[in-house]
């Protein structure tokens, strides 16, 4: 699974760095470097919506706050299946 993680200005200001290290400390955590590819790019053409993130192609707006949430829900439970 691709996750890729809007590193640009305009994400930068709303929380990317955050969003990045704490998706890395899950993966860490649930032991899934094997399955997980975090990945940066620079503007995803989605600024207005919060830190732009992608899931295998799948674009989802995300605020710091709501990295353990999406983490469950997109990417764990993904996986499980």
């Given at each position: 699974?691709?996750?890729?993680?809007?590193?640009?200005?305009?994400?930068?200001?709303k929380g990317s760095r955050q969003i990045v290290e704490q998706l890395q400390?899950?993966?860490?955590?649930?032991?899934?470097?094997?399955?997980?590819?975090?990945?940066?790019?620079?503007?995803?053409g989605n600024c207005q919506q919060g830190v732009c993130v992608t899931v295998?192609?799948?674009?989802?707006?995300?605020?710091?706050?709501?990295?353990?949430?999406?983490?469950?829900?997109?990417?764990?439970?993904?996986?499980?299946?």
């Amino acid at each position: 699974m691709k996750v890729t993680i809007c590193i640009g200005s305009s994400c930068h200001l709303k929380g990317s760095r955050q969003i990045v290290e704490q998706l890395q400390y899950y993966v860490a955590q649930y032991n899934l470097k094997n399955d997980v590819e975090l990945a940066g790019t620079f503007c995803m053409g989605n600024c207005q919506q919060g830190v732009c993130v992608t899931v295998d192609g799948k674009l989802y707006s995300l605020r710091p706050e709501g990295v353990e949430k999406f983490f469950m829900e997109e990417i764990l439970a993904k996986l499980k299946k």
